[in-house]
């Protein structure tokens, strides 16, 4: 028998026992930090569980945290070696990835779920979040940022800004060494198409593809910049964008300047370049 039943639902974490834990280390969402098996924090021989460690969740889950907690706490008093972390199965398959507009993406808002009407909460049991509809589903998933392939290596960020010199991927949700704010639609102002950051991808996330007349970069389906090609005057294969072709001339003397300035692709400069030095040595 009970006086009253408060529901509530857990929203942040109550940081009261900041002052008398310095050593306890915080997470960057302001929760507890410990070990995923262990649950101890950064103060030995102190273990923490449920919304205080991950952040507002299910009861299943703070169930679950507490018991690897008490597990954890029982081979801490009996001085039993740790339980290790189980390996992480490998991937299987890869879901499809959804194409979306980095200007879509930016904009997006996220989607309001509905809820059950306030007079049917009062006297009945139903589920008071309802489902999305098929489109609202839909365009929420166009948000997914799928960190399942973009492991946030930084690599690509790292490619673009320090090796190729034009810093045209900000990706702050990555917590790179030189933060700013996300913006997917930053990247078509400064980039020039040339694919250094999807040959280094060690997961094929960020890719370069080239599709009718255009060239695309995406990032886990989203467009982050799409150009015009221009065709080998010679061959008509594909020889990059034309601000491609203007940094290859500032970068590779000769055969960049014939690159770009009789829009030859890279083996027909070569040719022409060959064919103007064997003209030279015979005048000569
Ligand atoms: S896109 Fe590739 S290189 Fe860039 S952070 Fe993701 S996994 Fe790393
Ligand atoms: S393709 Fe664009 S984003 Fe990628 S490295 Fe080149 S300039 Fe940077």
């Known amino acids: 028998e ?10 942040r974490i109550d940081q009261i026992i900041i002052n008398d834990l310095p050593k306890l280390e915080w997470t960057r969402w302001n929760t507890i930090g410990t070990g995923d098996v262990t649950m101890e924090t950064s103060i030995e021989g102190v273990f923490a569980a449920g919304d205080a460690v991950s952040g507002p969740a299910t009861v299943v889950e703070a169930i679950a945290g507490g018991k690897r907690a008490a597990d954890a706490i029982d081979r801490y008093l009996s001085k039993k070696s740790p339980k290790i972390q189980a ?3 490998p991937r299987s398959e890869r879901v499809p990835l959804i194409e979306t507009d980095a200007d879509e993406k930016m904009t997006f808002p996220r989607a309001s779920l509905p809820l059950l009407d306030h007079q049917l909460r009062r006297t009945s049991f139903q589920q008071v979040e309802l489902e999305f509809s098929e489109e609202s589903a839909k365009q929420e998933a166009c948000r997914c940022l799928r960190c399942d392939i973009c492991i946030r290596c930084q690599r690509c960020v790292e490619i673009c800004r320090d090796e ?5 991927l900000e ?9 700013r704010p996300t ?3 930053v990247t078509r102002e ?4 040339c694919g250094a950051c999807a040959a280094n991808c060690p997961n094929d996330a960020i890719r370069i593809e ?8 995406m990032l886990c389906g989203t467009v982050l910049n799409r150009q015009r090609l221009l065709p080998c005057r ?6 990059g964008t034309a601000v491609y072709l203007d940094y290859i001339r500032n970068k590779i003397g000769t055969i960049g300047q014939i690159i770009h300035d009789r829009q030859l692709c890279e083996a027909c400069a070569r040719k022409e370049n060959a064919r103007k030095s064997v003209g030279h040595v015979l005048n000569i």
């Open 87 to 89: 390996p992480v199965p």
């Open 171 to 179: 990706f702050g949700y990555m917590d790179t060494d030189q933060p």
């Open 183 to 185: 913006d997917f639609r």
């Open 190 to 193: 400064k980039c020039i198409s």
């Open 164 to 168: 190729m010199g034009i810093g045209a």
């Open 234 to 239: 010679s061959c008509g294969t594909a020889v």
């Open 210 to 217: 080239d599709r009718d007349d255009d060239r695309l970069l």
């Open 2 to 11: 009970v006086d009253a039943i408060i529901s509530a639902v857990g929203q």
